[in-house]
């Protein structure tokens, strides 16, 4: 039987319940190291050990009720034995509200695990974008708040072809209803958005601001608390500044 075949029994399997052949088919399938099956039977193995803890009371589909009764023999063979049956009927039971609440849990933990995997693309495509800035021979770096004695302290690194990088230290989360917003200030003209952002709560923040940048006409680079949703001009007080002049 193909692994396609065997998925279905896998569930079944880790809980020692499959039948023939399905149960002798997957034994094999595992005694020559298959990926699919070892995979599979991995997750079932996982589920299995949850058993306890999973939903009850759902109600599961017809079509897997059966195959649920079929493996304990309930379909297939009508014996009259009083505590054979009891037994069936019971280990029956707790597999089909087992496997109704499966698919619920499946499906919390399938959306729990592309959000995580959203954002950790989000995190490393912004981290490429970080190195790219970084190492390119042609971006300028320049310090902001070192000679304060309070925070927030960091550096800006602005790459002509870019864009322009901060990365800030002691920088306090921003509080409710308010976001940090990066301005590009060229030499004698007004300040340019260049994105709002959050701190950490370890007071670390990392903001990109993509696409070309005048490097000799840009006189600086700050950082404002504005409203959420940004400003189309800086309010003042400037939180840090980084001149490029």
């Given at each position: 039987m193909s692994c396609e075949e065997l998925q279905d029994y896998y569930e079944l399997y880790a809980m020692g319940v499959a039948g023939e052949p399905e149960k002798s088919e997957i034994r094999e399938h595992l005694n020559r190291e298959c990926e699919v099956c070892m995979a599979g039977m991995k997750r079932a193995r996982a589920i299995a050990a949850i058993l306890g803890g999973t939903a009850s009371g759902a109600t599961p589909s017809p079509k897997l009720r059966r195959r649920i009764l079929a493996s304990v023999g309930f379909e297939q063979r009508h014996f009259g034995w009083a505590p054979f049956l009891a037994a069936a009927t019971a280990l029956s039971l707790c597999a089909a509200v087992y496997f109704g609440g499966r698919e619920r849990d499946f499906a919390e933990m399938a959306t729990r695990l592309r959000d995580q995997l959203g954002r950790q693309n989000v995190e490393l495509t912004r981290?490429?974008?970080?190195?790219?800035?970084?190492?390119?021979?042609?971006?300028?770096?320049?310090?902001?708040?070192?000679?304060?004695?309070?925070?927030?302290?960091?550096?800006?690194?602005?790459?002509?072809?870019?864009?322009?990088?901060?990365?800030?230290?002691?920088?306090?989360?921003?509080?409710?209803?308010?976001?940090?917003?990066?301005?590009?200030?060229?030499?004698?003209?007004?300040?340019?958005?260049?994105?709002?952002?959050?701190?950490?709560?370890?007071?670390?923040?990392?903001?990109?601001?993509?696409?070309?940048?005048?490097?000799?006409?840009?006189?600086?680079?700050?950082?404002?608390?504005?409203?959420?949703?940004?400003?189309?001009?800086?309010?003042?007080?400037?939180?840090?500044?980084?001149?490029?002049?």
């Open positions: 981290l490429n974008e970080a190195f790219v800035i970084l190492n390119g021979p042609d971006t300028r770096a320049v310090s902001f708040g070192t000679s304060q004695p309070q925070p927030p302290k960091g550096r800006v690194f602005v790459n002509p072809s870019q864009g322009v990088l901060l990365i800030a230290s002691n920088l306090p989360p921003a509080p409710s209803g308010k976001v940090y917003e990066m301005w590009v200030i060229p030499k004698g003209g007004k300040p340019a958005r260049a994105g709002e952002f959050q701190s950490q709560s370890d007071g670390t923040a990392m903001h990109i601001h993509r696409g070309p940048v005048d490097v000799g006409a840009t006189g600086a680079v700050a950082v404002t608390l504005e409203n959420e949703g940004g400003a189309d001009v800086p309010t003042m007080p400037i939180l840090a500044v980084a001149s490029l002049q």
